[in-house]
């Protein structure tokens, strides 16, 4: 845990955005120290509307097991927000949420 999915506009490079968001949720320190718990994947977009103006994106969602504060899920946003701009300079919207799984309905297993 947790699971985040990376949506963004194809122009940008998924392997990036991927270390990026790793990167970010690993030094949080609310997850695995070595970051194995945490799963990360990119959905790129090819068509896509930005308002009136024609600008690149990238909207991060974290989902993670409840019992975490306001404040770190905040910090973890940040975090992440921080860590994608590195590499992104202009004409980029950059977002990020950090959601809490429903813990009565969430399922795993490791087969």
């Known amino acids: 845990m947790p699971h985040c999915i990376i949506e963004h506009s194809h122009n940008l490079p998924a392997s990036d955005l991927i270390d990026k968001v790793h990167q970010a949720a690993v030094a949080s320190e609310l997850f695995s120290i070595e970051g194995s718990d945490i799963k990360v ?5 090819s068509h896509y509307k930005t308002g009136s103006v024609d600008i690149s994106f990238v909207h991060a969602t974290l989902r993670i097991l409840p019992g975490r504060t306001a404040e770190q899920k905040s910090r973890l946003s940040h975090l992440v927000l921080e860590q994608l701009r590195l590499d992104i300079h202009s004409d980029c ?3 990020v949420e950090v959601v809490d799984i429903d813990g009565d309905s969430y399922a795993k297993v490791v087969v």
């Not at 994947?41 to 977009?45: D, F, K, L, V």
């Open 41 to 45: 994947r990119s959905i790129p977009y």
């Open 93 to 95: 919207s950059i977002s």
